[in-house]
Every structure is written in structure tokens, then in C-alpha cells.
């Protein structure tokens, strides 16, 4: 053991895939002086899978780290460009996308010989003693022991690591030629949707090579397709009967293939001591989007430079931590999108050739509408005719229709609570407010959740619709909507807050009881919001269901009076409705609790006595939370039931949002995080449906457009930090149509200001 500070000189290394080894040769290449000991429990010739894609980023690099590796692996690359997608007869191909791949058995080969002529001590065939043990007679133990990671388990309480598994079975097999593309083919069988994710790896100069190919499907479909049968080699030959077109009738072969279900791993930490994880043992991501590998080196790279540039072991696993950890989420979360998309792929089976093939290539929310545009404009502009943009019209600017209102673009003002209202009544704040936004360019505008009861208000400052004054109020506000922005829309969402009501304003305390004040609060079951906080809300008999109902038809008419183009019910988030439809918050035992069927009944009555009041010309949408984020509440599969439900009822979108129903609750935060929810909706019902959620660029807004995830895309955030955020996405996409124009007053102020100068030539301040 070396003293503290004159960093490790005995390494010990776990596990001999790409990550350990390249960290090896790395850490031996900075300090030759090192002792590097690496255990490998395989032979040296024995790997899983066939083909490894590493990306630009990654090579650079091992370029600047190692130049003879970088070298090495120069001469052995198949790169390629396009990406192919074969669907009933029709193949999508798309361009621009650069890849670079070789055999995992090569890359291996390299690493072993760089390994070897630095000196590193490589042990094949050997068992490594555990973590334990290594860490006492060594400064540093590197755990790249992969996805089954035993170094992990051993140390479960420290790492605290969280393994997810998910629903398809896949198998990584090869084929003894060299594909042109990337290849994505979707078989449509008798059992159920298979896919096949292919490349190329490696190519020889009298036209052979070879292609690694890895076959998936949801678990039913493996079951019932007989792919659970113990003789691997007849799965094989299945597949390749399966995939022949895009075989050209070639076999198939395996290396020791066996049927595998994905699992995700998490850590909270990453290191433990002096024993730290790298790649899989650390963290996975999905094959689909290739970054197994490219992870696992990527780590190795970081964790050698952080090595070397701290002082101090502890200083440099804490910042080989911090660097990595950022990168490797943003990483699962596209994977994790990724991964999904393959899961849920029957739902889109029927999408329109070009679409499906935007959908799946958008499908991580990496590669985005305006990216695919700059790789492919040829296959973009395709995609864009068939969605049906009108000329030089990008999809966010396309009209659409619900009953007897055209929106002029797909941008939704989402609702937002400003809690400014005195008693209930919206004043200058609310006009200049949504007025705002109006003028902005949005093709709907929508308040905040409007309460149909004094009782019914989640603050003091919420706005309400069940007196003449507030009615009088909201009529002011959409008289100048309609004549100041003519061909903007303005919704009004009806609700009735339950259990989350007589709470502090926002920003005094959220979800806080009053002071002093309080009014009674009512829910389907008499469970508090946050128990020893919030008050018991008493549950409602029939009477009360009886007068809420009324409560919103008085409001329905109040808001039909008012002008309101649209009227949203809102039935997520918690409140009284949503406490009907979720399990967590509804304990009933009478007709209104108990399965979903049962539970979707007073949501349902409340939807129906709206509807019959409301226009008919003038649509009605409802907002529903589409999981709770908390075991045992709503799943995704109940919400496309709720949806389902509400459809038939008439209503004519769904406006898909999720969570804040249970305190508790462990949303999967990140961009774009609640659109798969409407995505599943929407492909599995054929119903429009208002994505909401992180969606913040103009770019995002197209690909989800475009993708057919979505048909309007609800924005908060973006819109209060720019009140004009439609037009300003207008004008950086160089649109100057019809579904966004400027009003007169402000047209002048439809191109960038100019700014300072920064490209003017520099004096020159030295001689020679």
C-alpha cells in the first residue's frame, strides 16, 4: 500500500470487457511505475455479442488519451451513413447519420495487446478474489464486472444500487454478411410485432463480412411464438426464417445466444472506499441506441484522467463521479426513451411509411426534427408533405380541427395557476396575463384551473366561475383576446380542487394548510393530502356529488356566456375529480369506488352534464394525470382506459399530464419525461391528445408533431419566461405565414434586433 496522496500505484482490476481493459492500459500509460493486475474469469477469445458502435465523440477521444489505440482501431472500422427502416413492403431510408463499428472479439484483441505491451498483469480464465480482498492489498479496485456485477451485490449497501427489468426478450446473433445500413425491420406475425435492430461490422474485400443482429419483442410475443423452448439453435433458425428478406435468406449463427430481458442499472454511489464500478456494474442503457460500450470506455477514460489530476484517491472518485454521472443520465434517459418506444412499437404499426420511420428515429428525443433536417432534408421534407404542412410550413404551424375550432398552430398556453384572484374574480393581472400570451402567438390560450365553488378553490387567490362578477371579469378577458389577437383560442379548465384545497398561496407555502381561514374541504374518501398536515376532507354522499355536479354545470354556462372556445375538465393533479379515478385516493366501497370502471363514474356524470350544456360546435377536452408515480396508484394501461372512457363519452382530445395526486410521488423527471404517456394514448386510441411537460423548444414541439406523438403541445414554463415565444419561434425557423402572424402593432418587431458588433476586424496591437 502506498502513503496517502502519492495517488495508487497497486491497481486491481475486476473484469476484462472494453472498460476495464482500456482503463487498465490507460492508468499503466500514465505511470508505467504502476502495478495493474487484471482478472478476467474468461478466455481471452470469449465474448458476448458480435459488433460494438462507438461514436465520433468517444473516438476523439481515445484518440487524444491513447493515439496507438486509436490508431489500432482506425484500421479496423466499418463506418457507414444511412440508416434503413423496412415496414410492409416499404423501406425509409435516412441519411447523414455517421457511424463507426467493429467486432467486440477485435476491440478486445487490441486492448489485450495494449494492455500487454504496457506491462499490464492480464489473468484469463481466472477467477479475481472479491472486492474485499483486493481493496486490502491494493490503492485502487476497479469493478468492470458487468450488468451481473458481484462486486455490486457484495457492497449493495453502499452502492445502493436499483435494477430495473423490462418487458422484451431480445437475442444478439450475427449474420455472415455485411449489411449497407443500419437496418430496422418490423414482422408483423401471427404471435406479434418482432423487431430487428442490425449493422455492419465488418467488411472484406471480396464482398463478405459480417452484420450483428439482435431480434426483439414484448415477452407475450416470445412466449407464444415458442421461442421459450430450451434448444437455442432452433430459435435461431426461427428468427432467420422470420428476418429472411432482410437475411437474403442467409442463416443465422450464435455465440453461446441465449434469450436475455434488459434491466436497467442505477447506483446512488459509485465508488465505496477505494473500490469504484465502471460501465454496466455502474450503470446500463439500452442496446437501441448503441452506448454500451461507448459508456464503459468513456468511464474508463474519465476515471484515468481524474486519477492523475487529484491529488488524493477519494478527490479523484468523487470527481470522476460528478463528471460522469451527469453524462450517463442524460444517456439512460434517451435510452430509456429509447427502450420504451420498442416496447410500446405495436401501438404505431399503423402509422403512416414515412412517419413511423420519423417516429423511430426521433424515438430517443436525441436526434429531433430540426437535426434530422440538417442530416436528411430530402427525407424530412417527405415526412413533413405527408404529415400535410402546408408549403415552407413547419409542423408546429399546421391548423388543426376539433368540432367547430381551428387552431391556427399547435401551441398550447398550458394552464397555470398565478393565485391573484380576489375572491375568485380575475383582475388586470389575468387580462395582461393571458392577453399577453394571446398576442404571443399561441394558437390556444388557456387559464388557469377555474373553481366551480367557493369551497372548491385550492387558495384564497384562485380564480372561480360561480358568481356574475367573475363571469363579468372573464368576459372582459376574452373580448380582447378575440379582438386583439383575432384567430387565437382561449379554453377555460373547470375544476374543483378536493382534498388539495384551503392551502397557502404558491409561494407562501405550497400545499400548506391556512393560517387562519380555512374552509371545509370534500374528496371521494376521507383520506387528508398529507396526513398530520392537511385537514380530513369529509367524503361526499350523495347530496354532495349531486351539488358538485351542479357546481360545474353552473360554470359550464357561465363560461359558454363568456365566450370561451374550448372548456377543459380537469380530472389529473390530485384534485376532486382525479381523487375519483386513482386507487391511492379512492377507498370507496358504494358504486363509486373499488375497480376503474367504477371509479370513472362521478368523473364521467360530471363530464356528461358539461357536455350536454356545452355547444355543440365547441370542443371539450379533459386533463387527466396518466400515472400517480407511486405503486399501487394509476398505470399507464389504466390511463389509456380513462382516456378510452372519456372519448366515448364525447370528449374530443385529452390533454395528458401525470402525477401530483399522492405526496409521495417519484416522477422520472427530464425533457419532454410526461410526452410517452400521450404518445401511448394517442396510437393505442387514435384520439387527439396535448402533450405537456419539460417540452421546451420549438424543435421538441415539431418532433413530437411530426412523430405523430402528439397532435398540440401544451407549454408553461417557455411562455412565462417569453410571452411571445410562438412568434419568436416563427421567426428563428424563418415563418412568416398564416399560423403565426404578428399583430400590426408589434410587426415591426418581427426580426432580431440587431446587437453589438462582433465581427469586426481586430486592431492589430503587436509587430511581427
Request: proline letters at 7%.
Amino acid at each position: 500500500m502506498t502513503a496517502p496522496g502519492a495517488g495508487p500505484q497497486r491497481i486491481a482490476v475486476i473484469g476484462g470487457g472494453p472498460g476495464g481493459l482500456y482503463a487498465a492500459a490507460l492508468l499503466k500509460r500514465l505511470g508505467p511505475a504502476r502495478e495493474i493486475t487484471l482478472w478476467e474469469r474468461n478466455a481471452p477469445d470469449d465474448t458476448f455479442g458480435f459488433g460494438v458502435v462507438l461514436s465520433d465523440e468517444t473516438l476523439g477521444g481515445i484518440e487524444h488519451a491513447d493515439p496507438v489505440v486509436h490508431r489500432a482501431l482506425q484500421r479496423e472500422f466499418v463506418r457507414w451513413d444511412d440508416i434503413d427502416i423496412v415496414h410492409r413492403g416499404h423501406t425509409q431510408t435516412s441519411g447523414g447519420h455517421g457511424f463507426a463499428a467493429l467486432g467486440r472479439r477485435r476491440l478486445l484483441e487490441i486492448l489485450h495487446e495494449r494492455c500487454a505491451g504496457l506491462g499490464v498483469d492480464l489473468r484469463f480464465c481466472t477467477r479475481a478474489p472479491s472486492a474485499a480482498e483486493l481493496a486490502a492489498t491494493h490503492d485502487l479496485v476497479i469493478a468492470a464486472d458487468g450488468v451481473h456485477s458481484a462486486t455490486r451485490e457484495a457492497h449493495a449497501e453502499s452502492f445502493r444500487p436499483r435494477v430495473t427489468g423490462h418487458r422484451c426478450r431480445y437475442i444478439w446473433l450475427a449474420a455472415d454478411f455485411a449489411l449497407d445500413a443500419f437496418r430496422f425491420e418490423i414482422a408483423e406475425t401471427a404471435y406479434g410485432v418482432m423487431q430487428l435492430h442490425a449493422y455492419p461490422f465488418s467488411r472484406s474485400p471480396d464482398g463478405g463480412g459480417a452484420s450483428t443482429v439482435i431480434v426483439e419483442m414484448r415477452e407475450e410475443v416470445w412466449r407464444a411464438a415458442g421461442f421459450d423452448v430450451p434448444d437455442p439453435a432452433e430459435s435461431v433458425d426461427q428468427c432467420a426464417k422470420i428476418f429472411a428478406n432482410a437475411l437474403g435468406h442467409r442463416p443465422l449463427r450464435s455465440n453461446n445466444s441465449a434469450w436475455l430481458t434488459f434491466r436497467t442499472v442505477v447506483n446512488e454511489h459509485w465508488s465505496h472506499g477505494n473500490t469504484v464500478l465502471i460501465g454496466d456494474a455502474a450503470h446500463t442503457a439500452h442496446f437501441s441506441i448503441g452506448s454500451g460500450t461507448k459508456l464503459a470506455v468513456e468511464d474508463a477514460l474519465a476515471l484515468a484522467a481524474c486519477v492523475e489530476e487529484h491529488p488524493s484517491l477519494p478527490a479523484a472518485l468523487a470527481a470522476y463521479e460528478s463528471e460522469r454521472r451527469p453524462v450517463v443520465e442524460s444517456t439512460q434517459r434517451a435510452a430509456a426513451a429509447s427502450l420504451r418506444w420498442f416496447e410500446e412499437l405495436g401501438t404505431y404499426v399503423d402509422q403512416p411509411p414515412r412517419q413511423f420511420a420519423f417516429n423511430l428515429l426521433t424515438r430517443s428525443r436525441r436526434v429531433t426534427h430540426d437535426n434530422l433536417r440538417l442530416r436528411d432534408p430530402g427525407f424530412t421534407s417527405g415526412v413533413e408533405e405527408e404529415f400535410g404542412c402546408p408549403p415552407a410550413t413547419p409542423p408546429m404551424f399546421t391548423p388543426l380541427r376539433l368540432r367547430g375550432l381551428e387552431l391556427r398552430n399547435r401551441v398550447v398556453v398550458s394552464p397555470m395557476d398565478m393565485y391573484s384572484a380576489t375572491d375568485g374574480v380575475p383582475g388586470d393581472f389575468h387580462l395582461v396575463h393571458l392577453g399577453a400570451r394571446a398576442l404571443g402567438g399561441a394558437g390556444l390560450v388557456m387559464t388557469e384551473m377555474v373553481c366551480v365553488s367557493p369551497e372548491g378553490r385550492i387558495t384564497p387567490g384562485c380564480t372561480g366561475l360561480y358568481t356574475d362578477e367573475q363571469a363579468a371579469a372573464w368576459t372582459r378577458i376574452t373580448d380582447f383576446v378575440h379582438t386583439s389577437s383575432p384567430g387565437t383560442a382561449i379554453g377555460v379548465q373547470l375544476g374543483h380542487s378536493g382534498r388539495k384545497g384551503s392551502t397557502k398561496l404558491m409561494w407562501e407555502g405550497i400545499d400548506q394548510p391556512l393560517d387562519d381561514g380555512n374552509w371545509p374541504v370534500a374528496a371521494a374518501s376521507p383520506l387528508p393530502y398529507a396526513p398530520d398536515v392537511n385537514q380530513v376532507p369529509h367524503s361526499l354522499d350523495r347530496a354532495g356529488l349531486d351539488a358538485v355536479r351542479e357546481r360545474f354545470a353552473a360554470a359550464a354556462r357561465r363560461a359558454d356566456a363568456c365566450g370561451f372556445d374550448l372548456l377543459e375538465l380537469h380530472c389529473a393533479h390530485g384534485y376532486l375529480l382525479s381523487g375519483f379515478l386513482s386507487p391511492l385516493t379512492n377507498h370507496r366501497t358504494d358504486a363509486y369506488g373499488g375497480p376503474l370502471a367504477h371509479r370513472l363514474r362521478f368523473p364521467l356524470e360530471v363530464f356528461d352534464t358539461v357536455r350536454a350544456l356545452w355547444p355543440d360546435d365547441r370542443p371539450m377536452t379533459v386533463r387527466i394525470s396518466a400515472t400517480d408515480w407511486a405503486e399501487g396508484g394509476t398505470t399507464a394501461e389504466d390511463a389509456v382506459e380513462i382516456a378510452r372512457a372519456f372519448v366515448a363519452h364525447g370528449a374530443d382530445a385529452i390533454d395528458v399530464s401525470t402525477g401530483q395526486v399522492v405526496p409521495g410521488e417519484r416522477p422520472e423527471y427530464g425533457r419532454s419525461y410526461q410526452t410517452p404517456y400521450a404518445d401511448r394514448i394517442r396510437n393505442t386510441l387514435c384520439v387527439p391528445v396535448i402533450a405537456v411537460g419539460a417540452i421546451s423548444s420549438w424543435d421538441d414541439v415539431n418532433s413530437l408533431l411530426l412523430a405523430g406523438r402528439s397532435d398540440l403541445c401544451a407549454l408553461a414554463r417557455p411562455h412565462l419566461y417569453d410571452p411571445h415565444w410562438t412568434l419568436h419561434a416563427a421567426a428563428e425557423q424563418g415563418y412568416s405565414g398564416p399560423g403565426a402572424p404578428w399583430p400590426l402593432p408589434y410587426r415591426a418587431g418581427s426580426r432580431t434586433p440587431p446587437t453589438g458588433r462582433t465581427d469586426a476586424p481586430k486592431p492589430r496591437l503587436t509587430l511581427g
